[in-house]
């Protein structure tokens, strides 16, 4: 009985550790509505209502997404957001309204929601990797 105990406990915390991966639900569908919102305030005159993009301005749903932000990390999306946009004034929005802005993007993208938001300063952003499903 004692064995078996010892063995469970090891197998939770080999699961505990397991890496999160963007197809385990890493954010809500809360946080989403404010990136929504968010995103209709500073991005939709640029990146257009849909994220389809507008002009010079690339859009952040689908194929052109996919093929920039494949293979990276959500927590390299959330800096090149917050260190480049807006174009006109970049930097000027907190980590947690660009986290809230991908998270909406991610979401539109197809990714699935959780149940708690996604931590702007969550320890495996580096390591939480934009991927197509398997």
Known sequence: MKRKLVLLLALAAVAATEPRTI?????????????????????????????EGIDDSPALVGAVFHKKWDGKSVGRLIDVTRRTMPTDTPGTL?????????????????????????????????????????
Not at 23 to 51: F, I, M, N, P
């Open 23 to 51: 197809w385990d639900g890493v954010y809500s569908s809360d946080q989403v509505a404010r990136g929504k919102k968010a995103y209709a305030a500073e991005c939709a005159s640029c990146h257009g209502t849909a994220l």
């Open 94 to 134: 907190s980590r947690q309204v660009c986290t809230d802005i991908v998270v909406y993007m991610l979401d539109a993208n197809g990714f699935p929601t959780g149940k708690a938001d996604l931590a702007p300063d969550a320890p495996d952003l580096r390591q939480l990797l934009i991927e197509p499903k398997k």
